[in-house]
């Protein structure tokens, strides 16, 4: 099985543009999970989605929001993008089954940078 | 606050040697911890995890051990090899909230020949 697919793998942007990543999950798995990684505050959840339906969301502004295709691929957006946002962005893939859902498989990520 | 600590950040050890890394969590209701082992240049990989049903758990080389009354949980890898190099980050689940971890901020291991 291939694994989980981030696109692009960088981008630059500049402060007030808005981005969007993208997300291909592992075959079958039905959850995706977006962390958000930086060597001051370490890997921090972003969303999670389940089946089309944002399932949970973590502590970051209304700026990032998220979605979920039937086919269970996912994209993420950063609108009015700060410096503060540069960082490797994250995505997660789950099995969604009983006793093993919790193991998240990832991505290699996209690193973007905000100038 | 934080939720999940760890420690050491920085751990060098030298080959044939063994490796402990160690994390509190702060929610008594976490009952999932995983271990993700993270590479130069890619993202974390999952190499053990352990229920709160569980006290310990071994895989080959690694094994994870869980005190839940003490709510902390360790990683030990034995006879460290240098492709063991990478930061490692404990996690545990977030109460409630499907999938969701919170991560420790990492131990960076290097394995000296």
């Known amino acids: 099985k291939a694994g989980v697919t981030q696109t692009p793998r960088y981008l630059i942007k500049t402060r007030g543009q808005q981005v969007t990543l993208s997300c291909s999950p592992i075959?079958?798995?039905?959850?995706v999970s977006w962390y958000q990684q930086t060597p001051g505050q370490g890997l921090q959840f972003l969303f999670e989605y389940f089946s089309e339906t944002q399932r949970n969301k973590g502590n970051f502004p209304g700026r990032f929001s998220g979605r979920q295709f039937s086919n269970s691929r996912s994209e993420m957006n950063v609108s009015t993008l700060e410096l503060g946002d540069s960082a490797l962005y994250l995505c997660?893939?789950?099995?969604?089954?009983?006793?093993?859902?919790?193991?998240?498989?990832f991505g290699s990520g996209t690193q973007l940078s905000v100038l | 606050g934080e939720n999940v600590e760890q420690h050491p950040s920085t751990l060098s050890v030298q080959e044939g040697d063994s490796a402990v890394i160690k994390c509190t969590y702060s929610d008594s209701a976490s009952n999932y911890f995983p271990w993700y082992k993270q590479e130069l240049g890619k993202g974390p990989q999952l190499i053990i995890d352990?229920?709160?049903?569980?006290g310990e758990k071994k895989d080959q080389r690694i094994a994870v051990t869980l005190n839940k009354t003490a709510k902390h949980f360790s990683l030990h890898i034995t006879e460290t090899q240098p492709e063991d190099s990478a930061v490692y980050f404990c996690?545990?689940?977030?109460?409630?909230?499907?999938?969701?971890?919170?991560f420790g901020k990492g131990t960076s291991l290097l394995v000296t020949p």
């Open positions: 352990i229920r709160s049903n569980v």
């Open positions: 075959s079958g798995h039905r959850s």
């Open positions: 997660a893939s789950s099995p969604s089954n009983t006793g093993t859902g919790e193991k998240l498989f």
């Open positions: 996690a545990a689940s977030i109460p409630n909230s499907g999938y969701a971890l919170n």
